[in-house]
């Protein structure tokens, strides 16, 4: 029995020391435009200032570079919805065609969508920056969102669900009654897949809107940058943590925290998507991959 | 999951009958210009300027040997596989332990638990660096005698000096991402039969040996595709040593990675050859993970 409460109160211990490592962070994060920067090093790091220095924090984000950030978050909803549209027009079919179809190169198409999925994205940023390069699309807004758009996990997902799920016997049936094959997949396969469609919205919006590494190479107008870059570019004009940038941040007035309370409004929409579709987005996690 | 086989079963007897061919073909062909130029295209693209010179001319292997020599190349690998062990050591052994600790709990405080672990996952990219820049600056840091006490560190620049960066890369990476894998885990651990765990209980196994003994190798398979998933993805680092370069007084280069440094070889030398040597080498790294997961994982369906 004693051994039991020690195992007990141990395994407590250890998920609570995690727990800690995970939240404060988030915890910090929302506390911090809260107080001046000089109150962050003074008061202790969890208390809360007041709402006043949320809006002088604002006031100041808000007044770098001309209402720069509410450009960058334009931006990243202008990408990442737009991306997000393509992937679902172009990608939920698809999945749709992968699963019933039996045309020459129809494993060929997905082995490779599968193989690119799974390829870090990463790992082809640089050869679509040279690409883009070569056809000197390079800067234009377009050159973030096409690359965007292309989502292999989404045309999985899809392609998952009507192979497993989808009765053969309904697109009969409806085939029978006179629908043609467009009309079949939007009349009945499509209102099936409604949670894949949402599922596929969600992973490839979270997806596009926290990719740093493309847009950041293949944009190089600071107006055209989504809000992950946006944070860099604030960063390398504040003195906050490297003082050799000198009077920039004086004259900008970015301390750290203006720097919070750009990066809280920036995993705003993020963080939003997280907590109403957690459930949904786990079982798309396990889901997606579980074959059983 | 019987009946799934048995109907799929019938799809294919009778669309052999039919006369559609080509059934399905058109629903595909929106997507096809997309995956052929952002997934194809760009592979082949970089394979031929690696294996060519400025003029176009076969050079064979030489943009491989070159960029292999210069000085940052070694470097930058090494930076980035000492990252990418510590990750994957952190992963083996915290999120698959957490999962276990979770399983068997009662049911809302281990989803309590879950969400507060995946939380931080809704802050990836360059947000969650900027978080951990705060963290490791001890003057606002909550954990400021932390890193007093095991980095040694007072001042900000002491938290990145080039020892501790594999570890900050490792646990940024570890804080957006180990949430997401843990609930894959507890997922997987939940596939496990209970009679097994029950006649297990019953052979007089404790929890511990029913954890290590039982639940851990049947999830052997899930613990395999995460690590070599994160391998591949570890070594394509860029965003955390891009992000904290800026902030750190040319304390760390800007080659730090290797993804860095091919980054650096396109913009600043315009050397997109040797850029694309060194995307082509991180490329044959990330297409191996995939290739190895796709055919011997049994994760994945790709065949009916």
Redesign the interface.
């Known amino acids: 029995m004693r051994i039991r409460v020690v ?1 007990l109160g141990a ?1 407590l211990v ?2 609570l020391t ?2 800690v ?6 915890l ?2 929302l506390l ?1 435009p809260t107080k001046s920067d000089k109150a ?2 003074t008061n202790s ?2 208390s809360f200032g007041d709402f006043h220095h949320v809006a002088l924090a604002w006031k100041h984000l808000d007044a770098f570079s001309s209402h720069i950030f509410r450009r960058w978050i334009g931006n990243t909803l202008f990408y990442a919805l737009s991306a997000t549209a ?1 992937t679902l ?3 939920v ?2 999945g ?9 190169g ?2 060929l ?12 994205a ?10 883009l ?2 056809v000197h699309l390079i800067g234009s807004s377009l050159s973030v969102i ?2 965007f ?2 989502f ?1 996990f989404g ?2 997902l899809a392609y ?1 669900y009507y ?3 989808l ?3 309904l697109l ?1 049936a409806a085939r029978v009654d006179g629908c043609g ?2 009309q079949t ?1 939007l009349r009945v396969a499509l209102p099936l897949a409604k949670p894949i469609v949402a599922l596929v919205f969600f992973f490839s919006f ?1 997806a596009d809107w ?4 493309l847009p ?2 293949v944009l190089a107008d600071s107006n055209q940058y989504p809000i ?2 946006g ?2 570019d604030l ?2 004009a504040t003195p906050s ?4 940038v000198g009077g920039g941040g004086q004259s900008v007035n970015i301390f ?1 925290p203006e ?2 309370l750009a ?1 809280l409004i ?2 705003v929409p ?2 939003i ?2 907590l109403f579709s ?1 459930r949904a987005l ?1 079982r798309g ?2 889901g997606g ?4 | 999951m019987a009946s799934s086989v048995l109907t799929s079963e019938y799809a294919g007897a009778t669309r052999k009958r039919g006369p559609r061919a080509l059934q399905g073909l058109p629903f595909v062909l929106p997507y096809l210009p997309l995956l052929i130029v952002f997934g194809i295209a760009p592979t082949i693209y970089a394979l031929d300027l690696a294996f060519t010179d400025v003029g176009g001319g076969w050079v064979g292997f030489h943009n491989f040997v070159r960029t292999y020599d210069d000085f940052r190349f070694i470097p930058a690998f090494k930076h980035v596989l000492a990252y990418t062990s510590v990750w994957l050591g952190a992963l083996m052994v915290f999120v698959v332990g957490l999962a276990l600790l979770l399983h068997g709990r009662a049911n809302r405080v281990s989803a309590t638990f879950r969400f507060l672990f995946y939380m931080p996952g809704a802050l990836a990219g360059s947000a969650a660096v900027l978080v951990w820049l705060f963290m490791l600056d001890p003057s606002v840091s909550p954990g400021s005698f932390l890193l007093h006490h095991v980095l040694g560190a007072d001042i900000f620049a002491q938290s990145i000096a080039p020892g501790n960066l594999p570890f900050i890369f490792a646990m940024i990476a570890f804080w957006t991402g180990a949430g997401g894998w843990i609930v894959v885990m507890y997922g997987a651990l939940n596939t496990i039969p209970h009679d097994l765990e029950e006649a297990a209980r019953i052979d007089g196994a404790g929890p511990i040996a029913i954890a290590l003994r039982l639940k851990l190798p049947l999830i052997r398979k899930w613990i395999a595709y995460m690590v070599i998933l994160s391998f591949a993805t570890g070594t394509q680092l860029f965003v955390e040593p891009q992000i904290v370069q800026t902030a750190s007084f040319g304390l760390v280069p800007d080659t730090w990675s290797a993804n860095q440094l091919a980054y650096q070889l396109a913009f600043r030398y315009a050397d997109f050859n040797g850029a694309a040597a060194i995307a082509v080498d991180l490329l044959v790294i990330g297409l191996a993970a995939a290739v190895l997961i796709v055919t011997r994982g049994g994760l994945f369906r790709a065949e009916d």
């Open positions: 195992g395994r250890i998920l995690f727990a490592f995970f939240v404060a962070p988030v910090w994060l911090a962050l090093i790091p969890f393509i027009v172009a990608g079919p698809a749709y065609g992968l699963a019933i179809g039996r045309f020459p129809r494993r198409v997905l082995s490779m969508t599968l193989v690119v999925m799974i390829v870090p990463a790992a082809l940023v640089l050869p679509i920056f040279l690409e390069n070569a096409l690359p758009s292309f292999p045309v999985y998952l192979a497993t799920a009765p053969p016997s009969d094959e467009l997949f979270v926290n990719n740093f590494f950041y190479v992950t870059v944070l860099w960063l390398s943590f490297n003082p050799s750290k720097l919070a990066t920036a995993v993020v963080a998507v997280f957690q786990v996690l396990v991959a579980v074959k059983e």
